[in-house]
């Protein structure tokens, strides 16, 4: 791998990691772009080459995986964690949680709690089980 793949992996990276920590915030192209020192054109490409998805779409995933722990793990309603997650409205977490988990938010906690409780699952399965697919 040449010097100049890993200075570009490093930086996307590096934009990678500041959407994990500030995923609630709201980040767009050219935040994310500064952040790894490029363009913005060249991050989108970049990025989409390096993680196999575009960075809006890595985001709204990211989103919803802790949409998904928090439906299963509170008792807040789905608005409010909607809001928490960093979504705009309920509409569009709503649309965007059942493209990638394949169901709606209402119905995903009641189908997680009814199996944790029946079944005995221990979290740390139950958490990789339900783990949305790229």
């Given at each position: 791998m040449s010097r100049a793949t890993e200075e570009t992996n490093r930086?996307?990276?590096r934009a990678r990691d500041a959407m994990?920590?500030?995923?609630?915030?709201?980040?767009?192209?050219?935040?994310l772009a500064r952040i790894a020192l490029v363009s913005e054109a060249h991050f989108a490409r970049t990025f989409r080459?390096?993680?196999?998805?575009t960075p809006h779409r890595y985001l709204q995933r990211r989103r919803v995986e802790r949409a998904m722990f928090l439906l299963r793990d509170t008792d807040r309603s789905v608005t409010d964690i909607c809001f928490q997650v960093g979504f705009?409205?309920?509409g569009t977490f709503s649309r965007t949680f059942r493209d990638i988990v394949g169901?709606?938010?209402r119905t995903y906690r009641k189908e997680a709690r009814d199996a944790a409780a029946g079944?005995?699952?221990p979290t740390c399965f139950t958490?990789?089980?339900?783990r949305p697919r790229a």
């Open positions: 930086r996307m990276l994990d920590l500030a995923y609630a915030r709201p980040l767009d192209v050219p935040a080459a390096t993680f196999g998805e705009g409205s309920p169901r709606p938010p079944a005995g699952v958490m990789a089980w339900t």
